[in-house]
Structures are given as C-alpha cells and as structure tokens.
C-alpha cells in the first residue's frame, strides 16, 4: 500500500502562490496513467498539493479508459488525496481559444487557477509567446489566476509578469522528452534576474536527479507528468521524484558550495611537517 510522503522530518520551507501555502513543492499532471486508482496512489505517493489537468480532453466529455466521468473521477481523486486542481489549457494554438476553454474551467472546476499553455509549434510544443502574453493579458483582467507556461526566455517572462502572472513555468526541456534541463545557464539567469518570483521548471524531466537539479538551481517547485505516468511503478516512481524535489530545495536552502577547476583538501594542512616524539 502506497502512504504519502513524510517531510517532517526535514522538510523544505513552505511557499505561497497566489496566496496559498503549499508545503510540498511537487505539483503533479493527471494524464496517462493505467487507472484511477493508480493516479490516486500516485499522488497520495508525491505528497503533491496540486493535479493539473487537461481541459481539452475533459471537457469534450471523454471518458476514462476504464469507464466512468473523467471529471467525477478526477474530483474524487482529489478529494480523496487533498490536493487541488489546476486546470490547463494544454492543446490550444491561439489566444482566443485558450481564454474561452479558460472560461469553460471555471465554470465546470469553480476555481480562478488557470494554468495556460498556448501552443506555437506542433513538433517541439513550445510555446508561443505572443499569443501566450496575449491570452495572459485577458485571463488576468477576467480575474483568472495565471500560471503561463512558457520557455526560459526572459523578455517573454517580463512580459507574462508585467501582464498580472504572480508565477512563472518554464520549461527545462519539451513537453515528454525525459531530456532533463537542456540549458542550465539559462534557467539559472531567470533565476537570478526575477528574484522573489514563484518559478515552476514545468516539462522535460524523464529522472529524479533532473528534478534535483532544477530545485538546486533555485526553482521553487517541479510540475511533471510523463516521467510518472509512463512508469513500471507509478506510486513509486512519484516517491522518487518527490525525495529529490525535496532534497534538492534543502540542499539550495541551505547553500551549496561554488564548484571550481582545481582541488581543495578537505581538511587543510600547512606546508611544515608535523613531528611527533
């Protein structure tokens, strides 16, 4: 039987996003897995906070592939594990047709959280930044609370805060791929150019050491899916990522050595021989 996580232990410092504390740092997607069940115990297994889930598919009125209403389904499961949902646009290729299945969310979902994925590229997904900042602009003045996401570039970012966005969601790598952070620096200039700004490393990430890498960077929290999902061990695999989420904010916390070309001996010694009689 799959428990949740246990952070008490040691546990990262808590955060807010748009007002609300969260405690754990791993914010969880709710597509492709085998059952309900199993995304139950997923997401009972990451200790997540926060589900994403895919409007497109659930509003077009699918069902499982095991029977029943996606949507019951999915607010069962998350009035089972506590967590709560974040809708997402995932799917869209305009503006337009982000805000109106945005608008479609709230009502079926009741929440202003939003998280908003404008497409602009079929093979790699990216995002596209002028119909993302445009969507942002509307959602916000709808009263949406946005979570944009885009990739690392920073004039888009300036652009998604100046818009109303409270957080940020860059990617690491394309949606799927299990590459990792395919470009450190950059996330790591975000980093240091939008201090104080909640930044979430959404997509890309196939292991946990990526997960650990993108919090010791300074990310405040990891949303992914596939990498769990598409696992042997669901439950398990969502444990893994949930220990390096949150031994990789710990280590940022409590601050990591600067890495350099040449060795440093670990415990000193001066150049004089030491005699002993």
């Not at 998280?115 to 445009?134: A, I, M, N, R, S």
């Amino acid at each position: 039987m799959t428990t949740r996580l246990d952070f008490s232990a040691a546990a990262p410092s808590p955060w807010r996003v748009y007002g609300q504390r969260l405690d754990s740092r791993f914010l969880i997607g709710s597509a492709g897995y085998p059952s309900p069940d199993v995304l139950a115990r997923a997401i009972t297994a990451s200790g997540a906070q926060v589900v994403t889930v895919g409007l497109k598919r659930e509003i077009a009125g699918d069902v499982q592939p095991h029977g029943g209403d996606a949507v019951a389904m999915l607010r069962a499961v998350c009035e089972s594990t506590g967590a709560r949902l974040l809708p997402n646009t995932a799917g869209c290729r305009s503006a337009r047709e982000a805000v109106l299945l945005a608008q479609m969310s709230r009502e079926l979902f009741d929440t202003p959280w939003i998280k908003l994925e404008v497409v602009g590229d079929d093979h790699t997904l990216q995002p596209d930044p002028f119909e993302l900042v445009d969507a942002a602009t509307h959602l916000v003045k709808l009263g949406f609370q946005v979570f944009p996401y885009c990739t690392d570039d920073l004039v888009v970012c300036r652009r998604l805060l100046a818009a109303g966005c409270e957080v940020l969601m860059p990617w690491a790598a394309p949606i799927g791929s299990g590459l990792g952070v395919l470009d450190p620096a950059a996330l790591r200039s975000l980093r240091a150019r939008l201090p104080g700004v909640p930044l979430i490393v959404d997509a890309g990430l196939g292991a946990p050491s990526h997960a650990a890498f993108a919090m010791e960077l300074g990310y405040d929290g990891v949303l992914l899916n596939s990498a769990v999902a598409q696992a042997v061990d669901p439950p398990q695999m969502a444990m893994a990522f949930a220990h390096a989420i949150a031994a990789g904010r710990l280590g940022y916390e409590a601050g990591l050595i600067a890495p350099q070309d040449m060795a440093r001996p670990s415990t000193p010694c001066g150049n004089e021989p030491i005699l002993v009689d």
